[in-house]
């Protein structure tokens, strides 16, 4: 079952499969510049093209992804200040009711290789 509408996935899916350069996230400045709300200090906010509808059995009010500017494919590979401002732009989506979401690069739900934290807001907040 997926989390998105399934028009929403469907969208989705198209566009894994036709998505033809090397990371849908390094090149989101060229491809998609509105996708980005905010840079802090090389963390790039993105409002996420195919959000989720549900999580956690609730409806998602937002969806966007903290995401490093650099391509980086696991949290061990942050230099400290990618590390420090990583966790400055969650806790600021965190005070605002968004909950926090990463896979471990080895898991097979894993769409993208560049690390991403999705931010999610359910319903109500």
């Given at each position: 079952?997926?989390a998105?509408?399934?028009?929403?996935?469907?969208?989705?899916e198209?566009?894994?499969?036709t998505?033809?350069g090397?990371c849908?996230?390094?090149?989101?400045s060229s491809r998609?510049?509105?996708?980005?709300i905010e840079?802090i200090?090389?963390i790039?906010v993105l409002?996420?093209d195919f959000?989720?509808?549900?999580?956690?059995?609730?409806t998602?009010d937002?969806?966007l992804?903290a995401?490093?500017v650099?391509h980086?494919g696991?949290?061990?590979?942050?230099?400290?200040?990618e590390?420090r401002?990583?966790f400055?732009?969650i806790k600021?989506?965190?005070a605002?009711?968004y909950?926090?979401y990463?896979?471990a690069?080895?898991?097979?739900a894993?769409?993208v290789?560049?690390?991403h934290?999705?931010?999610?807001?359910?319903?109500g907040?």
């Amino acid at each position: 079952m997926s989390a998105r509408k399934p028009e929403i996935q469907a969208a989705y899916e198209q566009f894994k499969h036709t998505y033809s350069g090397s990371c849908p996230f390094c090149d989101v400045s060229s491809r998609n510049p509105n996708q980005i709300i905010e840079t802090i200090g090389g963390i790039a906010v993105l409002r996420n093209d195919f959000p989720y509808h549900e999580w956690d059995n609730f409806t998602v009010d937002d969806h966007l992804m903290a995401v490093p500017v650099r391509h980086v494919g696991s949290f061990d590979e942050f230099t400290e200040d990618e590390a420090r401002n990583f966790f400055e732009t969650i806790k600021k989506y965190e005070a605002n009711h968004y909950s926090l979401y990463s896979r471990a690069p080895s898991n097979l739900a894993r769409s993208v290789a560049h690390l991403h934290t999705h931010l999610i807001k359910p319903i109500g907040y």
